[in-house]
């Protein structure tokens, strides 16, 4: 089975790299300095240490199994260029609200998936396993949720199907939402939200607007508890947004903050925190 990882930074290559110590065939697709460095060698460092070597390349390949972790707003670009090969069955991985009709477009099998493992670029072609974590899959459209299953499962990644893959997704944005823009903004790790109180209250502010469109949208839960319990969980990790602020890149925040903006206006719920909170982050990141 040829598998390919679509989008090869940090959560991309460690995936990648997982999957085919596992023995499958992997093709690394990535882009400008990443691209270089993967020529070279990937290099992990964290929970696990190890150098490999990696078939890496500039454009998608015809495979069995593509998963696409590119940053939100690079999807339409991405899925273009996969749509010109056999692509096989489609897996997103991204961070982010509103991806999936775009992707629907394109793919007969596309498999929507929301994952907690995290990971870090700590320079081209060198990633860090940060955190192990859970991966929930469902198909979106046509099949392929127990393959990709399979395929992490058996690479030693807890993954599972399940039929709430839509909630799962508004889910970790809504989480994103409170952790990911306040961490960009003040440049600290996620575990400072729960333990410095000026950031907790803006966390709390956060997440009861986002709590409120998710109540709207029939997804029931305790936005503060799941925040303050995965602050925790990954304190020491620096979400993805402060990493692209670092590196003065584009930020995913129309994909979160701005998609609950979005919603909470159809909905009639008042989200103005989290509106400023986008506006921020988009003066602050090279929108
Ligand atoms: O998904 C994340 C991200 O950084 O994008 C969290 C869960 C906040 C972990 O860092």
């Known amino acids: 089975m ?30 400008g300095k990443q691209f270089e ?12 240490n190890l150098e490999l070597k990696v078939q890496a390349t500039d454009k998608p390949e015809d495979a069995d199994l593509s998963f696409i972790t590119v940053k ?8 273009k260029q996969l749509s010109k090969v056999n692509a096989g069955i489609v897996c997103s991985l991204q961070n982010g609200i509103g991806l999936e009709n775009i992707i629907s477009e394109y793919f007969e099998n596309f498999v929507r998936g929301v994952t907690t493992y995290a990971a870090n670029l700590a320079d081209f072609g060198h990633v860090v396993f940060a955190g192990k974590g859970y991966t929930y899959l469902g198909d979106w459209k046509g099949k392929g949720a127990k393959v990709v299953a399979e395929v992490l499962n058996s690479s030693g990644m807890k993954a599972e199907v399940v039929e709430d893959v839509e909630r799962r997704v508004w889910i970790k944005a809504a989480i994103n939402a409170v952790i990911n823009p306040i961490t960009a903004l003040c440049r600290v790790r996620n575990g400072a939200i729960v333990e410095r109180e000026d950031l907790w209250i803006v966390a709390e502010a956060l997440a009861e607007e986002c709590e409120k469109v998710l109540k709207a949208k ?8 799941e925040v303050a319990r995965v602050a925790k969980m990954t304190a020491l990790n620096r979400s993805s947004m402060l990493q692209d602020v670092e590196r003065g890149k584009r930020t995913e925040i129309d994909f979160i903050n701005g998609a609950f903006v979005k919603e909470a206006k159809k909905l009639g719920i008042d989200c103005k925190i989290n509106e400023m909170i986008w506006r921020m982050v988009r003066a602050v990141g090279s929108t």
Not at 72 to 79: F, G, H, L, P, R
């Open 218 to 225: 029939g997804y029931e839960l305790n936005l503060k508890e």
């Open 2 to 31: 040829k598998i390919q990882i679509l989008g090869a930074g940090a959560l991309g290559s460690l995936f990648g790299a997982l999957i085919s110590l596992a023995g499958y065939k992997v093709v690394f697709v990535a882009r």
């Open 72 to 79: 939100a707003y690079d999807t339409e670009n991405a899925v």
């Open 37 to 48: 460095a993967l020529k070279k060698g990937l290099k992990i460092s964290g929970i696990l």
